[in-house]
């Protein structure tokens, strides 16, 4: 089993856990929404949105803004359609992107990007994600 599917295998499980629910890091959701709006973005993506904590935060505090996440793990992205069906929630890896660059003007990775096996593809990938300052 190579890496990508170890990563898949431990997040499909650990999608049912409930212990990230609220999010690990919801002191960073507050300074990610800050940078965000004060950005004015209108349509963000959540790169590795696990269970959708991050974005359920997001939409909480600016409804207004077009949500988008990406997750490797099945069972994360049911779990965030679950929370968000205002959101579109996409199965795909983050080294490969599956949706075009140019749909975004802002991007968020929370907690994942240490998962990858190549993290560098996936930093290519957000730098072509073009903010809008």
Partial sequence: ???????????????????????????????????????????????????????????AAAPEITIHGLDYSAEMVSRSRERLSCADIVEG?????????????????HMSIHHYPHPEKALIVFRSIQLRM
């Avoid at 992107?97 to 802002?106: I, S, T």
Wanted: aromatic fraction near 10%; charge should be negative; glycine fraction near 10%.
């Fill in 1 to 59: 089993m190579d890496d990508k599917a170890k990563s898949r295998q431990y997040f499909n499980g650990h999608s049912s856990t409930g212990i990230n629910r609220n999010g690990y890091w919801s002191h960073d959701y507050k300074a990610t929404t800050a940078v965000l709006l004060d950005h004015k973005v209108t349509n963000h993506i959540d790169i590795g949105c696990g269970n959708g904590a991050f974005l359920a935060y997001l939409h």
């Fill in 93 to 109: 890896d983050a080294e490969k992107m599956p949706l075009p660059d140019e749909a975004f003007d802002g991007v968020s990775c």
